[in-house]
């Protein structure tokens, strides 16, 4: 059975209370999540194609764009050699030399739990300075950008970074001053997003180096847009945002600790789980599935059903409901139901 969790639609009692996924880390220093790229639950190493909805590709990091089919995403894309210490990356390949007007945008983001970013203290006096560092490999050179968001998208910070020899990876390190404006949650919901531009027009871009409040920035005003060129090549790994103004060496967790991290947002199952029942009219037979760690809120669940006939009876209206597998068989029936492969259960932030 393949069992995915997504979006927002499960109730289970021991899930009312939510925790901070930060709790199942040793100090937790590095607040992305999955930033050397390990876990990819949903693509197992697969090409995904860009579309214009935010579509996960490793875990935590979703890739959009206005403009569909523009650049693919992938781990590992290219099969280069990552830098010293890491043994996977995100890559993106442009499509076509798209030209991106004002009204475009093209980007990478990893949205941040509150919980997780609420010692930020932004919004407040007291807003600390943050520091983002990462790996980068890109076959043009240039200036690049990114930005930092809060959960409306309505307050933002463009950043540049300049890539000065192509194909070749090289660690960059940007510090942000903490923003003392703005409505920054510190809940269950999203308290910070990170970005990464792949080109964007002028309604998406903003003049890096300082906060404003503007809606949706992604990048920084005359940044290279990756997707101008066709083929084009942007890789990246190590990703780390920390409070206060120096980087520090990438915090790495163990791989069972970053798992759990994930899977607080999404997770999924590829074993097959097979319901036998009997019944005199009316739903029968319940699957009921734990989640692997306590997720961020009530997730939804995708999953597929198959039915076969008995020898008494039959079954009708095999579907999903929560985490209930229900059936309306014919009088005096018995059914047996299997949840196929490709099942999904996510939530994601």
Same mark, same amino acid.
């Given at each position: 059975?393949?069992?995915?969790?997504?979006?927002?639609?499960?109730?289970?009692?021991?899930?009312?209370?939510? /925790?901070?996924?930060?709790?199942?880390?040793?100090?937790?220093?590095?607040?992305?999540?999955?930033?050397?790229?390990?876990?990819?639950?949903?693509?197992?190493?697969?090409?995904?194609?860009? +579309?214009?909805?935010?579509?996960?590709?490793?875990?935590?990091?979703?890739?959009?764009?206005?403009?569909?089919?523009?650049?693919?995403?992938?781990?590992?894309?290219?099969?280069?050699?990552?830098?010293?210490?890491?043994?996977?990356?995100?890559?993106?390949?442009?499509?076509?030399?798209?030209?991106?007007?004002?009204?475009?945008?093209?980007?990478?983001?990893?949205?941040?739990?509150?919980?997780?970013?609420?010692?930020?203290?932004?919004?407040?006096?007291?807003?600390?300075?943050?520091?983002?560092?990462?790996?980068?490999?890109?076959?043009?050179?240039?200036?690049?950008?990114?930005?930092?968001?809060?959960?409306?998208?309505?307050?933002?910070?463009?950043?540049?970074?300049?890539?000065?020899?192509?194909?070749?990876?090289?660690? @960059?390190?940007?510090?942000?001053?903490?923003?003392?404006?703005?409505?920054?949650?510190?809940?269950?919901?999203?308290?910070?997003?990170?970005?990464?531009?792949?080109?964007?027009?002028?309604?998406?871009?903003?003049?890096?180096?300082?906060?404003?409040?503007?809606?949706?920035?992604?990048?920084?005003?005359?940044? #290279?847009?990756?997707?101008?060129?066709?083929?084009?090549?942007?890789?990246?790994?190590?990703?780390?945002?920390?409070?206060?103004? /120096?980087?520090?060496?990438?915090?790495?967790?163990?791989?069972?600790?970053?798992?759990?991290?994930?899977?607080?947002?999404?997770? @999924? #199952?590829?074993?097959?789980?097979?319901?036998?029942?009997?019944?005199?009219?009316?739903?029968?037979?319940?699957?009921?599935?734990?989640?692997?760690?306590?997720?961020?809120? +009530?997730?939804?669940?995708?999953?597929?059903?198959?039915?076969?006939?008995?020898?008494?009876?039959?079954?009708?209206?095999?579907?999903?409901?929560?985490?209930?597998?229900?059936?309306?068989?014919?009088?005096?029936?018995?059914?047996?139901? /299997?949840?196929?492969?490709?099942?999904?259960?996510?939530?994601?932030?």
């Amino acid at each position: 059975m393949s069992i995915a969790i997504s979006g927002s639609t499960i109730t289970f009692a021991d899930l009312t209370t939510q /925790t901070t996924a930060a709790g199942s880390g040793a100090g937790f220093k590095n607040r992305i999540i999955n930033g050397d790229m390990r876990i990819d639950q949903r693509n197992a190493g697969a090409s995904i194609t860009q +579309t214009t909805a935010n579509d996960f590709v490793v875990d935590r990091w979703n890739v959009t764009g206005s403009v569909a089919s523009k650049f693919t995403a992938q781990r590992n894309a290219g099969s280069v050699t990552p830098p010293s210490g890491y043994t996977n990356y995100l890559g993106i390949t442009s499509l076509s030399s798209f030209s991106v007007s004002a009204g475009d945008y093209f980007r990478i983001m990893q949205p941040i739990e509150g919980f997780n970013v609420s010692d930020f203290s932004f919004g407040t006096a007291s807003a600390l300075p943050i520091t983002l560092s990462f790996w980068v490999r890109a076959s043009i050179t240039g200036t690049y950008g990114g930005a930092i968001s809060n959960a409306s998208q309505a307050r933002g910070y463009a950043f540049t970074y300049s890539v000065s020899s192509s194909n070749t990876w090289e660690q @960059k390190t940007i510090t942000i001053p903490g923003d003392t404006s703005g409505t920054w949650l510190t809940d269950n919901g999203v308290g910070i997003y990170l970005i990464i531009g792949l080109g964007a027009g002028s309604t998406f871009s903003a003049a890096s180096g300082s906060w404003i409040t503007q809606n949706y920035i992604n990048t920084a005003t005359g940044a #290279t847009s990756v997707v101008g060129a066709n083929g084009a090549t942007f890789y990246i790994t190590g990703v780390q945002l920390e409070a206060g103004s /120096t980087a520090t060496d990438f915090e790495r967790g163990p791989i069972g600790t970053e798992l759990a991290l994930c899977q607080r947002y999404f997770w @999924k #199952t590829l074993q097959p789980v097979q319901l036998d029942g009997y019944n005199v009219g009316g739903p029968i037979a319940y699957q009921y599935i734990c989640n692997p760690t306590t997720m961020r809120a +009530t997730p939804t669940v995708s999953s597929n059903f198959s039915g076969q006939l008995s020898a008494t009876g039959g079954v009708t209206n095999i579907s999903v409901h929560g985490f209930q597998a229900v059936t309306t068989p014919t009088a005096g029936g018995v059914f047996r139901a /299997t949840y196929n492969t490709g099942n999904t259960i996510s939530i994601e932030l």
